[in-house]
């Protein structure tokens, strides 16, 4: 069974604070890894995409890639009421199509 | 703007009674998706076009069919919604399949939900 596991949440961090999202997924020949974020009643929105292993950063986000221990996470810096959303952590399932995972649901106060 | 657009935004259907929801993309992209989400849940694919070469899930219910007329326009046919069939259907395309790394980010439409009473 191919999955891919989140946290459901919700998390809760201050305004300012990191937020540290996490994702792990079984299937050691998936090779792509998106994160979208969700607000409540709309479609996703894609944040961040990451293939190699590492960090990528696009603003306040970065995206860690670890294919060894099969684990993404997201980071969002200086976190903002506006960030409150569900984050969906999705995986390429050997090129068939995207596994998404339940969504980790981010609550950050002011 | 290049975008995913999907029509209507709410649909409200009876029982039983045929229902198609419409998608179109100005993005040019070969691939065109359609998902099914309920409240709290991730979306849930239940097929897709690669242009026209039509690749249904396992586990999609008869009870939905698609169309892909042209490369812009994809359209997801339920034939007999039921209630459990009330959800957000959401249209996604990507450039080249899932398998072409860098290729194969998906872009949302807005999304349609629907009722069926």
């Known amino acids: 069974q191919k999955e891919v596991e989140q946290n459901s949440g919700p998390l809760s961090v201050p305004e300012g604070a990191i937020a540290s999202l996490n994702c792990t997924y079984s299937d050691r020949g998936s090779q792509s890894f998106f994160w979208y974020r969700q607000y409540s009643g709309k479609s996703p929105e894609l944040i961040m995409s990451?293939?190699?292993?590492g960090d990528k950063e696009d603003g306040r986000f970065t995206a860690q890639l670890n294919k060894a221990s099969q684990y993404v996470s997201l980071l969002i810096r200086d976190s903002q009421p506006s960030d409150s959303a569900t984050y969906l952590c999705?995986?390429?399932?050997?090129?068939?199509?995207?596994?998404f995972g339940p969504g980790t649901r981010l609550s950050v106060l002011p | 703007d290049a975008m995913v657009i999907q029509n209507p935004r709410y649909q409200v259907t009876q029982f039983g009674k045929p229902v198609t929801l419409s998608c179109s993309q100005t993005l040019n992209h070969n691939v065109m998706y359609w998902y099914q989400q309920k409240s709290s849940q991730a979306p849930k694919l239940l097929f897709h076009?690669?242009?026209?070469?039509?690749?249904n899930e396992a586990d999609t219910p008869d009870n939905f069919q698609s169309r892909r007329p042209n490369t812009s326009f994809c359209f997801l046919d339920i034939r007999s919604p039921g209630l459990g069939d009330a959800a957000m259907y959401l249209c996604?395309?990507?450039?080249?399949?899932?398998?072409?790394?860098?290729?194969?980010?998906?872009?949302f439409g807005p999304g349609t939900r629907l009722t069926v009473l």
């Open positions: 076009y690669y242009d026209k070469d039509f690749n």
């Open positions: 996604a395309t990507s450039r080249e399949p899932t398998y072409q790394r860098g290729y194969n980010e998906q872009f």
């Open positions: 990451i293939y190699s292993n």
């Open positions: 999705a995986v390429d399932n050997y090129g068939q199509n995207f596994v």
